[in-house]
């Protein structure tokens, strides 16, 4: 079974100085039919103009994934954490018993465009912790990379719940496979560019819900950034 979610039926809240597309229920948008998926609570596709960003503010009890697309995203938290995100990079967050952070474009001059992920904690009222990785481009071209997992194999990040994510940057022309089981849950995730899976054209911001299969298969019809999910139900 596979559910399209296309990107122009997502939530929008523009602010000015945000303009941020919700893939699910979040903040002062809901639709009871996306409230998340297993474990999967949050993809906000965040454009942050130059010099702006969240204050600090907290959180608690959820993993939180920042994924750069174009720019930079300057992080702070009460763990004296202080980076500064940018394409290719993952950081995860996992908030825990309680943690407090801020965002901010890292520019100036240039807008900062990025996805936030929040996916629910196996597991409540963990210590705070932060992790960031790099992850080059030849790594992922043509393939699958797995960015992150609930037990760091591969060089990921450690998420805190049973779920595998995965990068790739795929050619125009290529395609690519995931092998998983039936038990398991996939999200896809359009970052970048058109590609084929199941019978449906995804563009950028499109996602794609699928249960009850062993075998994803996506070719690109252009240039493509995917993220794939692999969780638990």
Do not use: C
Not at 48 to 77: C, N, R, W
């Amino acid at each position: 079974m596979m559910t399209i979610r296309r990107s122009f039926e997502r939530g929008i809240a523009n602010h000015g100085w945000l303009n941020s597309h919700h893939t699910f229920s979040f903040g002062g948008y809901y639709d009871a039919q996306f409230m998340g998926f297993g474990p999967l609570r949050v993809i906000n596709e965040d454009r942050v103009q130059p010099g702006e960003g969240f204050p600090t503010h907290g959180h608690s009890d959820m993993e939180i994934i920042s994924y750069v697309v174009e720019g930079g995203l300057e992080h702070k938290d009460t763990l004296g954490t202080g980076s500064i995100i940018r394409p290719g990079d993952v950081q995860r967050m996992s908030a825990g018993s309680g943690i407090r952070h801020s965002e901010y474009n890292a520019s100036t001059d240039d807008p900062v465009h990025f996805l936030q992920i929040w996916i629910m904690p196996e597991k409540n009222g963990i210590a705070p912790s932060y992790e960031q990785k790099a992850y080059p481009d030849a790594e992922k071209t043509g393939q699958w990379r797995l960015v992150g997992s609930n037990d760091g194999r591969d060089g990921s990040v450690i998420i805190h719940q049973d779920v595998a994510l995965y990068s790739t940057l795929l050619p125009a022309g290529k395609t690519v496979d995931h092998a998983t089981t039936k038990d398991r849950l996939i999200w896809i995730q359009a970052v970048k560019g058109e590609f084929e899976l199941g019978g449906e054209t995804l563009a950028a911001g499109d996602g794609a819900a699928i249960s009850d299969k062993e075998l994803i298969s996506i070719t690109a019809a252009k240039d493509s950034e995917i993220l794939l999910f692999d969780m638990t139900r």
